[in-house]
């Protein structure tokens, strides 16, 4: 199985997948929940079933005509509006009451705009100093193979476009059906930046291994040979991963999922690059260095 040899096919179809996906960032944007953009979140149920576009009529009617509506799996609305004191939230309260019947508020959280800004930086900046930690701790760890930097960096390009991969669908979803990146959005994020960099370190461990024991002197030999043998572990992972995450998708309430859903695209983000991106590039960028038919992989190199 030659998978390197298609490696410019797997560039080509990145590419595309990494435009649109700025296209629609660009042009859509992403909605941020209050965590980051300030505003109030109110969860209410009714007694009698109450259609959204009834609520979305009689929230205008109130004067709430910029609001986001989301039903949960269980009936309820969930409700973004600007950021609403004890006041304006009895008055809103209080006037859906009146127009659609008696209901009761299950939830209801408020950001200030200042708290939104340093939720915002905080985020910001966890997720530069995950990505910047795993790139020095990859380099570290291959310091005894040649260039030991660029499978770091590597690695690295692959958690890049696994993030813009996730921004760009919620970019989407956000257009459709009016989703929105909240923290838990961020702590999935985080946790497939751990998934997908260990399935990356492992094809890069099993490339060491295979330069230590001498299979072959090019690059290409050895990562291709590397992804075969690594091939099954990572989709049957990924697989039994999926599995979990689908039925968590299904019948967990609307407060986990942002959680759930950027982790499963995480996986299959991250099972594909690991195994048709990250090393790909790591043997295109060794064979521009040093020409098309030299290797810079020795066994001497990788021990140790």
């Known amino acids: ?50 259609n959204q576009n009834a609520l979305t009529q009689e929230l205008a009617v109130l004067g709430y005509r910029d609001v986001i ?52 930086r905080n985020a910001s900046i966890a997720v530069v100093i995950a990505v910047v ?26 958690l890049a476009f696994d993030l813009l991969v996730a921004l760009g669908i ?34 890069f461990d099993r490339m060491r291994e295979n330069t230590a024991r001498g299979i072959s002197p090019d690059i290409e030999v050895v990562a291709n040979a590397s992804i075969v043998q690594t091939l099954g572990r990572s989709f049957n992972s990924s697989l039994t991963t999926l599995i979990t995450l ?16 950027v982790l499963i695209i995480g996986v299959i983000s991250g099972t594909l690059t690991s195994t048709f991106l990250s090393p790909e590039l790591l043997v295109s960028w060794q064979k521009k260095s040093l020409g098309r038919n030299k290797s810079n992989l020795s066994p001497a190199s990788a021990k140790g």
């Open 1 to 50: 199985m030659n998978i390197m040899k298609r490696r410019m096919w797997y560039f080509l179809v990145a590419g595309i997948i990494a435009v649109i996906c700025i296209i629609s960032l660009a042009t859509v944007g992403i909605k941020t929940g209050v965590e980051f953009s300030s505003g109030s979140i109110l969860t209410i149920g009714f007694d009698k079933e109450v």
């Open 69 to 120: 509506i989301q039903q949960t799996g269980e009936g309820d609305y969930i409700i973004r509006t600007p950021e609403l004191n004890e006041t304006s939230k009895a008055q809103l309260v209080t006037g859906l009451t009146a127009g659609l019947g008696s209901l009761s508020v299950k939830e209801f959280d408020s950001v200030s705009s200042m708290i939104a800004s340093e939720t915002t």
């Open 133 to 158: 930690a795993m790139l020095l701790y990859i380099a570290w760890a291959f310091r005894k193979m040649p260039s030991p930097f660029r499978f770091g960096t590597c690695a690295v390009i692959g």
């Open 170 to 203: 919620y970019s989407v979803l956000g257009a459709i059906r009016s989703w929105q990146i909240d923290l838990m959005f961020i702590a999935g994020i985080l946790a497939i930046l751990g998934y997908s960099i260990n399935n990356t370190v492992i094809i």
């Open 246 to 261: 689908f039925v968590l998708a299904l019948f967990v309430g609307a407060s986990i999922q942002n959680f759930v859903i």
